[in-house]
């Protein structure tokens, strides 16, 4: 087995080192595409999120008026505790629908922003298996 010349081993040097910087080029824009892509789906999803807290808001207040309004125009204690307990009850079922809506709401944001890295993340322990 002969020695390697210095030329050699400069040339074996110089392909594993650009071979290391196209692996490097190519994790960092894989990176920079997941990021992007994160954010891009963690903006449409928080927006989402953002226009359901509006609604239930707006709902709210409507409900609110609608139930003070109902509430002055009783005519006895009896139909004030029975309208009261029937407010209690629906408002209970609101919050209840409106509780998982916004918590269905929050878990897409946080899939929409961590699906493109969790992508990524099993591509490179595929390709390190390989």
């Avoid at 595409?33 to 239930?56: I, M, P, R």
């Avoid at 709401?105 to 591509?123: D, G, H, M, R, S």
Wanted: glycine share 2%.
């Amino acid at each position: 087995m002969a020695n390697p010349t210095v030329e050699q081993i400069s040339k074996e040097s110089a392909d594993a080192l650009s071979k290391s910087a196209r692996a490097t080029e190519k994790i960092a824009k894989d990176s920079s595409n997941t990021l992007t892509e994160s954010g891009e789906g963690s903006a449409a999803a928080v927006k989402d999120l953002t226009k359901a807290y509006q609604e239930l808001a707006a709902k709210n207040v409507k409900n609110l008026t609608a139930a003070l309004e109902a509430l002055v125009a009783v005519k006895s204690p009896t139909e004030f505790l029975e309208l009261q307990q029937k407010l209690i009850k629906d408002g209970v079922e609101a919050a209840a629908n409106d509780s998982r809506h916004i918590a269905e709401l929050t878990t897409a944001v946080f899939t929409a922003a961590f699906e493109p890295v969790k992508k990524q993340f099993e591509a490179a322990q595929k390709n390190a298996k390989i």
